[in-house]
Antibody
Framework: EVQLVESGGGLVQPGRSLRLSCAASGFTFDDYAMHWVRQAPGKGLEWVSGISWNSGSIGYADSVKGRFTISRDNAKNSLYLQMNSLRAEDTALYYC???????????????WGQGTLVTVSS | DIQMTQSPSSLSASVGDRVTITCRASQGISNYLAWYQQKPGKVPKLLIYAASTLQSGVPSRFSGSGSGTDFTLTISSLQPEDVATYYCQKYNSAPLSLTFGGGTKVEIK
């Protein structure tokens, strides 16, 4: 059974940093690209960042470019999101999601985690 | 960057009605489009990918069509369990950018 479990969320002051993790199991992690998607309270889905299976291709939404860094450790079956210079508008539930197709860096997401909540407030 | 515009933003229909949601891309995206269903308090669920391919396990009353810039999600006979917000998502890899539409909230009249 595929499982994606996010952690690392919490309350943080504006300008500070936070690192999210996503622990994957139930599939061959290093065959698949992984992505982060967020959802602000009462709002829609926003793609944040994605990384290919071998970390060779990485992309970011304009809203986080230069502040967030995605990475992965295939030996640990884990995905990460380093979030720096956090702003109030980064407050959201952060999901990690798995691309459906082997090797493809972009594609539909067939599995999602339950999300970890990040609240940026003083 | 390619923008994805969904319409309507919300709709109310009766059980058994045919419901159509539209998603328009600001530039052509071939068929690199997926549809998701998100019920209140739940994680998004993949319904359709490659514009018209039904994900395994999804009821056949859901269908997708379109290519290029204009896409539709159709629910042929709306059921109470279909109350949810529906999102389209484009996925192209060069550059890597997977944008969601703004969502369409579907309610029962």
């Amino acid at each position: 059974e595929v499982q994606l479990v996010e952690s690392g969320g919490g309350l943080v002051q504006p300008g500070r940093s936070l690192r999210l993790s996503c622990a994957a199991s139930g599939f061959t992690f290093d065959d698949y690209a992984m992505h982060w998607v967020r959802q602000a309270p009462g709002k829609g889905l926003e793609w944040v960042s994605g990384i290919s299976w071998n970390s060779g291709s990485i992309g970011y939404a304009d809203s986080v470019k230069g502040r967030f860094t995605i990475s992965r450790d295939n030996a640990k079956n884990s995905l990460y999101l380093q979030m720096n210079s956090l702003r109030a508008e980064d407050t959201a539930l952060y999901y990690c999601a798995k691309v459906s197709s082997v090797i493809a860096v972009a594609g539909q997401f067939d599995y999602w985690g339950q999300g970890t909540l990040v609240t940026v407030s003083s | 960057d390619i923008q994805m515009t969904q319409s309507p933003s919300s709709l109310s229909a009766s059980v058994g009605d045919r419901v159509t949601i539209t998603c328009r891309a600001s530039q052509g995206i071939s068929n690199y489009l997926a549809w998701y269903q998100q019920k209140p308090g739940k994680v998004p669920k993949l319904l359709i990918y490659a514009a018209s391919t039904l994900q395994s396990g999804v009821p056949s009353r859901f269908s997708g069509s379109g290519s290029g810039t204009d896409f539709t999600l159709t629910i042929s006979s709306l059921q109470p369990e279909d109350v949810a917000t529906y999102y389209c998502q484009k996925y192209n890899s060069a550059p890597l950018s997977l944008t969601f539409g703004g969502g369409t909230k579907v309610e029962i009249k």
